[in-house]
């Protein structure tokens, strides 16, 4: 046993070392500001470190390989949980089931940065995209993303989506078409009769942002007019797995466990519709 003991200190050594690495990096007053912070301020702080950490690449899960700017102009506090793999992980996974195994085009309303049209097209799970965003800024962003992972080709960038978005889309087939839909509560006014007509062959998700005004009367609208065309269903929350990553070994819990945060207000309802017949 005693021969042993020279290899189980050095393996106890090895784990330990980033830990002691990160206790002599933290001075008193770095200390006292972590103290000061907001919840919102640490989610941002961590994921800095956790995309400087990884290259602003993300490192696991469907879209691994995909490469960020770090001047993205939204949710700054989500990059640690995109760059893991772990971001509305409800919603990758669905995209990565085998139920949209054959689907060919991606279209995204309310794209942000882009992650989920560039991932879906650098990891060959579509063979085009669309991308609707309402702010200039992301829609640069976009098109910067794009270009740093080769899929600048694919994609098409618009801006704001209306209730005649689905005319863009004429070129689809709508019926190999997934629509992700992230509209920060204008999804009830991008969707009408006319519109869900439009989209009827498609394959339709929707984050609802309950918070919107008057949001009973909307959404109680909306179901009905979208249950006439469409089969109505959820998508329910999934669970995240942070002990298999050990980039994170050194992290504190409270910093470990905010990088599942996605800053939400309250659980999430993620639709998803699918065509009649």
């Not at 992980?89 to 089931?97: G, Q, R, W, Y």
């Not at 978005?165 to 009408?192: N, P, Q, R, W």
Request: hydrophobic residues 40%; negative net charge.
């Amino acid at each position: 046993m005693n021969e042993k003991l020279p290899d189980l200190i050095e393996g106890e050594r090895i784990f330990f070392q980033k830990v002691f690495e990160r206790q002599s990096r933290a001075t008193m007053e770095m200390r006292e500001q972590w103290r000061a912070e907001t919840i919102l301020q640490r989610r941002r702080r961590v994921s800095s470190e956790i995309y400087d950490l990884l290259g602003g690449v993300v490192k696991y899960g469907p879209f691994k390989g995909l490469s960020l700017a770090k001047n993205n102009w939204w949710g700054g506090g989500d990059f640690g949980s995109m760059l893991l793999g772990l971001y509305e992980k409800e919603i990758l996974d669905f995209l990565f089931s085998e139920r949209l195994d054959g689907f060919e085009s991606f279209v995204d309303v309310g794209a942000a940065d882009g992650y989920y049209a560039i991932g879906m097209l650098r990891s060959a799970r579509v063979k085009n995209a669309v991308c609707f965003e309402l702010s200039e800024e992301g829609q640069r962003t976009i098109a910067s993303n794009a270009e740093s992972n080769s899929t600048s080709d694919r994609i098409q960038i618009y801006g704001a989506a209306d209730r005649r978005f689905y005319e863009k889309l004429s070129h689809l087939d709508l019926s190999k078409t997934i629509v992700l839909v992230d509209a920060e509560g204008a999804e009830f006014e991008i969707f009408d009769d006319v519109s869900l007509e439009g989209l009827k062959q498609a394959m339709i998700v929707i984050e609802i942002h309950n918070w919107v005004e008057d949001f009973w009367e909307k959404y109680t609208r909306f179901l009905s007019s979208a249950s006439a065309l469409f089969n109505v269903e959820f998508i329910a929350p999934a669970a995240r797995d942070l002990t298999q990553f050990q980039e994170l070994n050194d992290f504190t819990d409270d910093n470990r466990y905010l990088i599942c945060s996605e800053g939400r207000p309250n659980v999430m309802r993620f639709m998803v519709l699918t065509p009649k017949g």
